[in-house]
């Protein structure tokens, strides 16, 4: 199970810090990843973390603003967002899997086997 928390309303510009927490079997993990689903479109691969590693990957157009770590003991990983853009505005989901171990395999939605109920991320003009 994950549980996502940190979503809220914050202007352009602003910051925000995604959570989330993977509890029961987290044995055979190998990444886990942030996609986020805006109104009207397709979901998309924000970042992802190799949980061994913590090698990291992501989109273009989140480089150098948002940054994905992560905390093995605490099953954790965290997606902080900076220079927050109002195209940014969407559901932010975390997600992990087991079954692939690359990239860019890992910025594939089905390839991930568990879910978060997703958080709202709200950047305003």
């Known amino acids: 199970q994950l549980t996502e928390s940190g979503g809220g309303l914050v202007q352009a510009g602003g910051s925000l810090r995604l959570s989330c927490t993977a509890s029961?079997?987290?044995?055979?993990?190998?990444?886990m990843g942030w996609f986020r689903q805006a109104p009207g479109k397709e979901r998309e691969f924000v970042a992802a973390?190799?949980?061994?590693?913590?090698?990291?990957y992501y989109l273009n157009s989140v480089k150098g603003r948002f940054t994905c770590s992560r905390d093995n003991a605490k099953n954790a990983v965290w997606l902080q967002m900076n220079s927050l853009k109002p195209e940014d505005t969407a559901v932010y989901y975390c997600?992990?899997?087991?079954?692939?171990?690359?990239?860019?395999?890992?910025?594939?939605?089905?390839?991930?086997?568990?879910w978060g109920q997703g958080t709202q991320v709200t950047v305003s003009s």
């Open positions: 997600a992990a899997t087991g079954r692939v171990t690359y990239y860019p395999a890992y910025a594939v939605d089905y390839n991930y086997d568990y």
């Open positions: 029961g079997r987290t044995v055979g993990m190998n990444a």
């Open positions: 973390i190799g949980w061994s590693a913590g090698d990291t």
